[in-house]
């Protein structure tokens, strides 16, 4: 069974949870009254997190990407899912590296948030796109 969640108090992704994460001590989720902070799908570039509203449906295409073009990120993440429904399409792949980001990473949403964590805390400039539910 896959782990559906992931908690690290030294952050900067401290807990993800189905549908929502707590990055810096902010809160993203969403709720029946709307999103909280950037919902339940964010972009983290640099330390602005910001919500993922490219994304739509279970197949990345280049144009759901283009939040971390042109930022200088040396690695890019993608949290896909808790289940890992979202699939990277052959032409999301060639614009990523085409866009100069020389390394993808793509893994269920809980394996994502340490994999951020870990490269940030190396120094990398990393980038996590993250899908918070399915």
């Known amino acids: 069974m896959a782990v559906s969640q992931y908690n690290d108090p030294c952050g900067p992704i401290e807990h993800f949870s189905w549908g929502r994460f707590v990055v810096e001590g902010v809160e ?9 902070g950037a919902g339940k799908d964010i972009r983290i570039v640099g330390s602005q997190v910001s919500p993922w509203r490219e994304r739509h449906g279970h197949k990345l295409m280049p144009e759901m990407v283009a939040g971390v073009y042109d930022q200088g990120v040396q690695v890019l993440v993608v949290g896909n899912g808790v289940h890992g429904l979202i699939k990277v399409s052959k ?4 614009a990523i590296a085409a866009h100069g980001i020389a390394h993808l990473v793509v893994q269920r949403t809980p394996e994502a948030c340490r994999t951020y964590n870990a490269l940030s805390r190396e120094g990398l400039r990393v980038a ?3 899908h918070g539910t399915c």
């Open 91 to 94: 032409t999301a792949r060639k």
């Open 128 to 130: 996590l796109l993250a």
């Open 28 to 36: 993203h989720a969403s709720t029946d009254q709307g999103p909280i």
